[in-house]
């Protein structure tokens, strides 16, 4: 039975809007609430697997018609709505000039009061034309969900003013950004034996790279790599299928994380040249080979900053203000050609 219908008008043109509302792998990009979405296919067609704080539902395609741009979809498993055999149906229709109308219609059978449930489908989809509606005011582009994760010990180092200018930049580009200081973080890092259950802030951990597009690390290095509290924090975060898992008969990892991108801001005493060139940049592969690359995180730039002892105050407001540009330039344009460069 019909429940209820929402819709409005969205100033985008239909093209605009179905770009993004009729590619049924999307919804991860634009909407808050989804931490995580998955797109498969099984017997029964295509589905997606969407992660939310409070659980998780698998829905499967029905319908997309790009011609009458309409596109429908069916709740399998776990919804988080009192409704049985939902169904959902988005319509788009022109609404003059560069203007669209965008209309959810909601099937299914109250498992509630009636009024109750219309009044919960009502509030829940409107948020989600609102999400759609900013995703599409902002642009595509200028929408992804940074988080910086950042292993100085020290706020007040020059990788604390380093993470402080990716933030500037990141900002201005309309991203939005959380930051996470490992030092602050309730955690340990090297446990004695098998690790224990995650604690809370692991937790959060988690929740906070399921619903960023775009991971930053700033870190020192330390006898050639990042600080082992860094290191602890992957182990543990990345672990117990995670990040990847292996299936049997194969040798390589499942990607869980495909879709994020990456950048790497490395501090260091060594001239970058040499750690690249004598050392071999172990850190650097540490990161991306062992780390990101099976989390299928691509493509990871990685910048190194240094010597930095001896540095001098001119050299570092350089390092900052590239640093900032760098952050802005690449969240402006996250498809951009962009080389990793070594400060000089």
């Not at 004598?278 to 850190?283: D, F, I, Q, V």
Request: with cysteine.
């Amino acid at each position: 039975m019909h429940i209820v219908t929402v819709g409005a008008a969205i100033e985008a043109t239909l093209d605009e809007v179905w770009a993004v509302i009729g590619d049924f792998g999307k919804i991860g990009d634009w909407s808050r609430t989804v931490l995580k979405c998955k797109l498969d296919e099984d017997a029964t067609g295509t589905c997606r697997t969407l992660t939310f704080a409070t659980g998780e539902v698998r829905e499967q395609l029905i319908e997309r018609d790009a011609a009458a741009r309409r596109i429908s979809y069916c709740v399998v498993t776990g919804s988080l709505l009192p409704v049985k055999d939902l169904q959902v149906w988005i319509t788009l229709t022109p609404a003059g000039g560069n203007a669209c109308r965008v209309e959810w219609r909601i099937e299914g059978e109250p498992l509630a009061p009636a009024d109750l449930v219309a009044g919960q489908l009502r509030a829940r989809y409107s948020a989600l034309l609102e999400e759609l509606r900013e995703y599409l005011a902002k642009g595509e582009l200028a929408c992804r969900r940074t988080l910086l994760i950042v292993a100085h010990p020290d706020p007040k180092s020059f990788g604390g003013a380093l993470a402080q200018a990716y933030v500037d930049g990141a900002i201005e580009s309309g991203a939005q950004v959380e930051v996470m200081h490992l030092g602050s973080m309730d955690f340990d890092a090297t446990p004695m034996g098998r690790p224990g259950p995650l604690e809370p802030d692991l937790l959060k951990a988690r929740e906070q790279i399921l619903r960023a597009q775009h991971l930053v690390l700033v870190y020192p290095t330390w006898m050639g790599a990042m600080p082992a509290r860094m290191k602890g924090f992957f182990e543990r975060v990345f672990g117990d299928n995670f990040a990847f898992r292996f299936k049997e008969g194969s040798r390589l990892p499942e990607r869980l994380l495909k879709g994020r991108t990456a950048d790497v801001l490395v501090t260091m005493d060594t001239p970058p040249l040499l750690y690249r060139w004598l050392l071999g940049a172990p850190g650097h592969k540490l990161v991306s080979r062992a780390i990101l690359g099976p989390a299928g995180i691509a493509p990871v730039r990685i910048f190194s900053y240094g010597p930095l002892r001896g540095s001098s105050e001119k050299g570092r407001a350089r390092w900052l203000e590239a640093t900032r540009d760098r952050a802005y330039k690449r969240l402006r344009n996250p498809g951009s050609a962009m080389t990793p460069r070594v400060s000089p």
